[in-house]
């Protein structure tokens, strides 16, 4: 059982920044990549960002390309998202998940099977 812990939420004026983190522990070695998704209240849960376990190659959605980064530091086991020029648009439960199946890293939800309990980002006007 893998267990995924998001901490860094918060309330954050527009421009301003916030980094996440992701804590896993557990049988970690078959992910193949890590991701981060959003939820607004009423909407789908979307992609914003992975990374690739085995070259650390990122990919992220348009509406977070050049402001958003993730990272990860091996010896900690913990994905970040670093997040830069936030807009109101950015509020949101934030999770990150475990990429288990190579399409993951076109954001789809169903190749990934391990989710945290999420940390809210509210980014005010």
């Known amino acids: 059982q893998v267990l995924l812990v998001e901490s860094g939420g918060g309330l954050v004026q527009a421009g301003g920044s916030l980094r996440l983190s992701c804590a896993a522990s557990g049988p970690t070695a078959s992910s193949l990549g890590m991701g981060w998704f959003r939820q607004a209240p009423g909407k789908e849960r979307d992609f914003v960002a992975a990374?690739?376990?085995?070259?650390?190659?990122?990919y992220y959605a348009d509406s977070v390309k050049g402001r958003f980064t993730i990272s990860r530091d091996i010896a900690k086991n913990t994905v970040y998202l670093q997040m830069n020029s936030l807009k109101p648009e950015d509020t949101a439960v934030y999770y990150c998940?475990?990429?288990?199946?190579?399409?993951?890293?076109?954001?789809?939800?169903?190749?990934?099977?391990?989710w945290g309990q999420g940390t809210q980002v509210t980014v005010s006007s």
């Open positions: 998940a475990r990429g288990s199946r190579r399409r993951y890293y076109s954001g789809d939800k169903l190749a990934y099977d391990y």
């Open positions: 990374i690739d376990m085995d070259d650390n190659s990122t």
